[in-house]
Every structure is written in structure tokens, then in C-alpha cells.
């Protein structure tokens, strides 16, 4: 440690800023999620295995996932061509369109929760043609994906955006000198290239959809077994007073997102590995 | 395959890149494109690989219209001065790409695209780098990696910009001559682009000087070196002294100091006169066509360099032998063993 702090001494404060690091992180998120699963423990196995795999919970937790993950891979697709456009083309509107991305960032999320509603309501601007249609997003699961949509797409677009603007236009250009055609240098050239990014804009997008709950409650409709998300089933134990049962399904989803998160970053670090850096 | 290129125009914006450039290009060569930053040359070569279009003009290859193609069609190796490598694939995938993304019609089967990277690595001596990534190749090894992923193509025509651009002095000087020794091997029709009048005239059989979107001197390096079509060429090509004269009856004059120089033939008015600073021979003062006192001498290599101050008032850089005894102070005479007389200010 003195060799290390002799060798530092032309950056001072290292001793300082990790200790507020660490003690920061442990007060900000670490006590936290331990004090969830001490509570959790209060259950025994079988009470928890009852909680877990009781309809109304496992549904939850499917709608939630499920839909957050099926929103996460529209928003990477829809993502990957906006950035395109924002990032390759010179148009009117262009600062404008990207400044818009940031939209769901800083609208407080109960505030996009009710426009989202009012849009999709069935006599909304949009929900009305659709109701035409036959197809109902308001208070049905589609409002749910909907809304996970619209709050997870700067993720995708502010973590691949930096990424293809730093990829220099000469490498298509060789690509396609070198006989590629257009197709063969998106899939073979700039794909990979940017495949880290993408993954981290789709694990981004995605644990913020798991979480999200102000803009999906409104829409959702919250039926239960349908269109009731694992937040707000987490609530509604909570007022009844049901601590444990809320505990048991918040550890639920940590767990799963954890693992679902970690598997993304090895993923993403295996495409990292293979850009090594300049 | 020879190249034809008929006034040829580019403008971007209000900017004209290219300025009606006329060009032939014989099959085999290797020709360098000379000239400062913003003279049209990389554009000149961009239009030829197909990766710009001219506004106006006409590019041929052996007499067919190169324009009907896009850069795919042209069959044209490229060479990027920042190597443009695939930083996701090792240096085997890399030289491989070009017969990988073959139409599966003419594609090669695996064994034998193993084979012929196998070979072009060979060719530019790094086959043992073939499962290394880009970055970590030194800027000289990415850039032999870039020309064997365009030889890969079996290219009719071989451009390069600026290829030895990003690189320091000493790996510079070795490609120079390693591009010189591979092109005598493949005998592919090449042309490169380079500010660098060194390595134009080192490695070139012929050498094309632009300016402002404009060929000023086609010729062999001798050519361009010794006898200068134009003021710009002289000033760019070789260190050159340059002073502002004027013709007048007959007389050059200097400021206001007649010349010992003859004006038979030149057109009267305001000139530049230009003289290689190793043509300019010292003598005792009162001979030569100039006079004036040296400033102050440093030794330069196999020369000595002596500012001197003309009696006309300009002051100009010479190179004489080190045995010649040159003292700051001195008031000596100037000849211009050889000189170059322009018209036009």
C-alpha cells in the first residue's frame, strides 16, 4: 500500500475518493439491497415458494419481463436506425430530432403515463383510428409495451450514437472498394463494429423498462393476471400490509434482472474483445 | 490498364476541386500525383476509385466508361492514408474480406481464399501477423496490410492516398522503396497521391503536379525537377530561391539594381526569377550577377547554408560546398549557374 501510495503521490487523493466511493455505494445501493433480502428471510422456503408461484405473482413477473424485453429489442431496432439517420445524414431538424430523443429522459414519468394515455385512450388521436381497427392499447398489455417503448429508447440511442459517430466513413467506403455491396457492409463491417454499444443500449433499455412504473400505470389498466405489472403488484402488497410477499417478489426481480444484466455485459464484453482498443 | 481522364470538374460548394484536369495514365505505371493540400489531387483520385463523382468530365478505363460504374463495379484497389482497417477482424479476415464478399457465383471456396491471403501476406512479408487485430499493428505493418487487402481483389488499377502520410520519417523512407520494389513485381497500374515531393520523385516514373485543381507539369521526375513548366512547379519542386525582377529594355532589375543577367527573348514587366540555392556560385565581391553580405553560415549536412542579405534588399538562403570558406560579414558575388526566368508577378 505505501509502494502504491509513493507511486500516486503525482495524483493525490486517492485515499480519499475511494473511501467516499465505497462508503457512498454502501449507503446508496448496497445496504439497500441487503435489507431487502434480510427481510426476505423473515419467509420461510415454503412461505416464499407460495408467494412466488402463486398465479397473480407469476404472471406479474411475466408481464413485466417479457414485455420489457420485447420493448428493449423494438427499441434497439428502431434505435439503431434513428441513430443512423441522426448521426450519417445532414437535415433541417436535425439538432432538433435529436434533442427530442432526450424527451423521455426528463419528462417525469407519470406525466408520459398520462399523455400516453390520453393518445391511446379509445377516443384518443391514435387510439381512436386503431379502436377502428380492432386493435386496443389502452388498459391492455399493448399500453404497457407501448409505454416501455417510449421510455426506453434514448438508451439505445445515447449509448450508440457516440460509438457510430467515431466510426469513420473511410471503412465503408473500403468495404465497398472492395467489392461489398451495401448489404454485405452493414452485416460484415459496421454491425460488428458496433455491437458492444448495441447490447449495452439493449441492457440499458431493458432494466429500465423491468423498473419502470409511472408511465405504465396509467395505461396498463392493472387488471390482474393481464395487464399488472410486478412494481405495482409490489405496491399493492405493500398498502395491504403484506411486507414479506412484497420483499419476496422485489428479490424475485432483482435476482432476475441481475442475471439477465450480467449476461448481457458477458456478451458484451466477448464482442468488445474482439475491437480490441487503438 | 490505362486510365483516361478528360476534363474533369469538381466543385464543392463554391470550392472547385477540380478545375478541367486532362489526364493519361499507361498501363503499368506508377505515377505519383504531386501537389499542396487542396490542389485537387485526392479528390482527382477519389473520382477515379469511384468513391466521388465529378460534375463534369469523363474517366475511362482502357477506353470504357468508368463513370456507368460504382466504386464495386470498378474492380479498383484503394488504399487509405488512415489504412481504413476492420478494427473487428484480424489481419488473415481483413486481407480476406475482398473474396469473401464475392458473388457466390465466382466466390472461391475456403481452401483456396486460405491460400491466395496466404500469399499476399507473404507478399508484404507479415504472414506472421495473420491472427493479430489492427490495433495492434504498428502504423507501418497496417499500412502493408491495407495494400495486401487491396491487391487481394486482383485490382485492374491500384490508387493510394497519401499511403505513407501517418507514418514517421524512417518507416516512410522503407515503404517508399518497398512500394517501388512490389510494384515492379505485380506491374499493376498505380497512382499515388502524395504532398511529399521526395517521395514523388523517389518512387514515381512520372510525376503529375496540380495546383488549385489544375495539372500544372506532367513529366518524368527528372523532368519536373530540372526543367519546371511553370513558377509554381519551380517553387514547389527543390528549394529554390525566388526573387520578384522586372524586364525592362532589356535590363532585369532587382529593386532598383540592374542584373549582369541577359533579357534577350522576355517579355517586358514585372517577372520572378528562380535559381536552385545550390546553383548559386560565391565569388569575390564585384563578380556575378548579385552581390551581397552573408548574414550568418551553419553547416547543413554535405553543404553549408549562408543567409545573405542582396544589395537589392531581399535576402536569400544559398548552399555552397563546406570546403568553400564562407564567414558572416563577408560581402561576396553571386552567379546563378542555371536560372529560370517566369513571367507574371
Known amino acids: 500500500m505505501s509502494a502504491l501510495a509513493a507511486r500516486r503521490r503525482t495524483l493525490p487523493g486517492f485515499g480519499l475518493t475511494m473511501g467516499l466511493t465505497l462508503s457512498w455505494l454502501s449507503v446508496i445501493i448496497l445496504i439497500p439491497l441487503a435489507g431487502l433480502f434480510l427481510r426476505s428471510l423473515e419467509l420461510s422456503p415454503e412461505q416464499f415458494w407460495n408467494i412466488l408461484s402463486s398465479r397473480r405473482t407469476l404472471n406479474a413477473l411475466r408481464v413485466s419481463f417479457g414485455l420489457a424485453f420485447a420493448a428493449a429489442c423494438v427499441n434497439l431496432v428502431m434505435g439503431s436506425i434513428i441513430v443512423w439517420a441522426l448521426v450519417r445524414y445532414r437535415f433541417p431538424g436535425r439538432r432538433l430530432f435529436d434533442a427530442i430523443v432526450d424527451v423521455p429522459f426528463a419528462l417525469p414519468t407519470a406525466v408520459a403515463g398520462v399523455a400516453l394515455t390520453a393518445l391511446f385512450a379509445e377516443k384518443g388521436w391514435l387510439g381512436g383510428p386503431l379502436a377502428a381497427l380492432g386493435i386496443k392499447v389502452a388498459f391492455t398489455p399493448v399500453g404497457i409495451f407501448v409505454a416501455m417503448i417510449f421510455i426506453g429508447i434514448p438508451f439505445v440511442v445515447r449509448t450508440v450514437q457516440p460509438v457510430l459517430q467515431d466510426l469513420d466513413p473511410e471503412i465503408e467506403e473500403a468495404a465497398g472498394s472492395l467489392g461489398a455491396s451495401r448489404w454485405q457492409t452493414i452485416i460484415r463491417v459496421i454491425l460488428p463494429s458496433l455491437a458492444p454499444a448495441l447490447l449495452t443500449g439493449l441492457a440499458l433499455a431493458f432494466a429500465r423498462a423491468v423498473g419502470e412504473y409511472g408511465s405504465v400505470i396509467f395505461i396498463a389498466g392493472n387488471l390482474p393476471n393481464i395487464s399488472e405489472i410486478a412494481p405495482l403488484l409490489i405496491v399493492i402488497r405493500l398498502s395491504e400490509f403484506r411486507y414479506a410477499d412484497a420483499t419476496a417478489i422485489a428479490v424475485v426481480m432483482l435476482v432476475v434482472s441481475f442475471v439477465i444484466i450480467f449476461a448481457v455485459n458477458r456478451l458484451q464484453r466477448w464482442a468488445q474483445s474482439r475491437i480490441p482498443e487503438r | ?345
Not at chain 2, 37 to 48: A, D, F, P, Q
Not at chain 2, 269 to 282: E, I, N, P, Q, Y
Open chain 2, 1 to 345: 490498364m490505362t486510365i483516361e481522364v478528360k476534363n474533369l470538374v469538381k466543385k464543392f460548394g463554391s470550392f472547385k476541386a477540380l478545375d478541367g484536369v486532362d489526364l493519361k495514365v499507361d498501363n503499368g505505371e506508377l505515377l505519383a500525383l504531386l501537389g499542396p493540400s487542396g490542389s485537387g489531387k485526392t479528390t482527382l483520385l477519389r473520382i477515379i476509385a469511384g468513391l466521388d463523382w465529378p460534375d463534369a468530365g469523363d474517366v475511362s478505363f482502357n477506353g470504357e466508361d468508368a463513370l456507368a460504374q460504382g466504386a464495386r463495379e470498378r474492380h479498383v484497389g484503394f488504399v487509405f492514408q488512415h489504412y481504413a482497417l476492420f478494427r473487428h477482424m484480424t489481419v488473415f479476415e481483413n486481407v480476406a474480406f475482398g473474396l469473401r464478399v464475392q458473388p457466390r457465383a465466382v466466390r472461391k471456396d475456403e481452401a483456396t481464399i486460405r491460400t491466395r491471403v496466404k500469399e499476399l501476406l507473404d507478399l508484404v512479408q507479415l504472414d506472421w501477423l495473420a491472427d493479430r487485430y489492427p490495433s495492434q499493428l504498428s502504423g507501418g505493418q497496417r499500412q502493408r496490410i491495407a495494400l495486401a487487402r487491396a491487391l487481394a481483389i486482383e485490382p485492374r488499377i491500384l490508387l493510394l492516398d497519401e499511403p505513407f502520410g501517418a507514418l514517421d520519417a524512417k518507416v516512410r523512407k522503407e515503404l517508399r522503396r518497398w512500394l517501388r520494389s512490389l510494384h515492379h513485381e505485380i506491374n499493376v497500374t498505380s497512382i499515388f497521391v502524395t504532398h511529399d515531393q521526395e517521395e514523388a520523385l523517389e518512387v514515381a516514373n512520372r510525376v503529375v503536379v496540380m495546383d488549385k485543381g489544375r495539372i500544372e507539369q506532367i513529366g518524368s521526375p527528372d523532368d519536373v525537377y530540372e526543367s519546371p513548366a511553370t513558377a509554381f512547379v519551380h517553387g514547389f519542386i527543390g528549394e529554390s530561391i525566388e526573387l520578384p525582377i522586372q524586364v525592362e529594355g532589356g535590363v532585369i532589375r532587382l529593386g532598383d539594381r540592374p542584373l549582369r543577367l541577359a533579357a534577350d527573348g522576355l517579355a517586358p514587366g514585372a517577372s520572378k526569377l528562380f535559381v536552385r540555392r545550390h546553383d548559386m556560385l560565391v565569388g569575390p565581391p564585384g563578380s556575378g550577377a548579385f552581390e551581397g553580405a552573408i548574414r550568418h553560415v551553419r553547416n547543413f549536412g554535405p553543404v553549408q547554408r549562408a543567409e545573405v542579405a542582396l544589395s537589392g534588399g531581399e535576402t536569400i538562403e544559398i548552399d555552397a560546398p563546406r570546403d568553400k570558406e564562407l564567414r558572416a560579414g563577408d560581402t561576396i558575388g553571386l552567379e546563378p549557374r542555371r536560372y529560370r526566368i517566369f513571367a507574371g508577378a
